[in-house]
């Protein structure tokens, strides 16, 4: 049964795609992929020249400038600039010594918490207390709480062979950790980087303080910090802790996400989304975390120009920016679709690093999951093999109330978390092949869901 439709596929992929042969256009999609050195060019400029692009910066303004000009570059039809409200969040000075008695004084690596609040310039001292969940947390009460420092030290689960799930099971210190320390009167928290490796490398990210809730000062604390810190506490009674974090948060600012198209020939009405994130995190120079889907995403406009692909759906292609704090780029994209009535047929995201590829996550069920499982045929001579239910993305997620349909790029993750939203996160840590490979699947995919259709 499975051996008919295949063919099934074949005979209509022929027909639909005026008697080209897909596996030949695959072919010919990964060998420039492996052979052009335009990607790599586009990623090292975002990642030297453009470091720390956190929303509202001058980094990230520089940013949106070089993409637009890469995907006019790239053949575009048209780009353009669409406007989007950001948050305006500084770092400032850091510092972190811990004082454990016989030990004595103790520097820790950290990082602040987007949307964290300052403490004052010369710093805060105060006791430290450790918890391992939100609920041991609230278990103490205000009475334990007040006026200490709250460190949250659980460490993501390593058995589980996904990372995201181990990430998924550990994040929830850093999102709302803070804001339930402030409720309970902590005068700041520090949170364990929420990453598999234990390095000394601090992971920073967002932290969500409820409605009325005050902000107080959160940091994260590398591995080895933290397990040192929590040594400390188990050696001694009272662990003190100086903290240092002049970070600010200003008033909103403006900034754009990057849209390009290539005009669909039949269906120019059927767009399909092919998107990453452009901001990073201000300490990091952000290649895996996004600049590479960025590229990955480029590329899909490049390669279909460059080959001679005309898609029957419209393709664009969408630098979103301000996913890493509030995700307004996603919103205002899908808005400004919903205002147009524009009909969005599939939408693609790049945002788990770009090691080398496994396949592909579809948020659909039934017929419709099966028909695109049968993709994977095309891709295994590439051993690209994992064709799963499930996928999409944070910035593409807003357009499944448009009737999208979700997919997300799903590259093999064990590295992934170890430059996390890290300085570590650089360009000399992605691998040009594997980059390469991840574009030349993308595309295939877009050309392979745009010429048969489900």
Known sequence: MYRILFF????????????QDPEKVLRSIFENALTDTSAYSHLRYLCKETKGRIPGSEQAEKAVMYTFKALVSAGADNVQLQRVPVPSWKRGREFCEINSGNSGRER?????????????????????????????????????VRGKIVFFSRPVDNTLINTFSGYGGAVDQRISGPSEASRLGAAAAVVRSATQFNHDFPHTGVTRFGEGVKKIPAVAVSPLGAELLSR?????????????????????????????????????????TVGAHLDSWDITEGAHDDAGGCVQAIETI??????????????RVVMFMNEEISGTGGRVYADQAALKGELHYAALESDRGVMSPRGFGFDAEGERLKNLQSLSKWF????????????????????????????????????????????????????PRELQMGSAAIASLIYLIDIFGF
């Open 232 to 272: 400390r506490i188990r050696e001694n009674i009272n662990v003190e802790m100086t903290l240092i974090s002049t970070c600010s948060n200003l008033p909103d600012a403006f900034s754009y996400n990057v849209v390009a198209e290539l005009r669909g020939y039949e269906k120019a009405g059927e767009i399909i």
């Open 380 to 431: 295994e001579p590439y051993n690209i093999r994992d064709f799963e239910r499930g996928g999409g993305g944070s910035d593409i997620a807003p357009l499944k109330a448009l009737g999208a349909l979700q997919i997300g790029y799903m590259p093999d993750v064990q590295r992934y978390f170890e430059y996390h939203h890290s300085s570590n996160d650089t360009f000399e840590k992605v691998n």
């Open 108 to 144: 820790l690596n950290i990082s602040a918490l987007g949307l964290s609040e300052g403490t004052p310039e010369n710093g805060i001292r105060a006791e430290v207390i450790e918890v391992k969940s939100i609920e041991q947390l609230r278990s103490l009460g205000e009475n334990a």
């Open 8 to 19: 099934t596929l074949i005979a209509a992929f022929a027909a639909e795609s005026g008697g």
């Open 302 to 315: 490049r390669l279909f120009k460059t080959l001679g692909i005309r898609p029957r759906r419209t393709v």
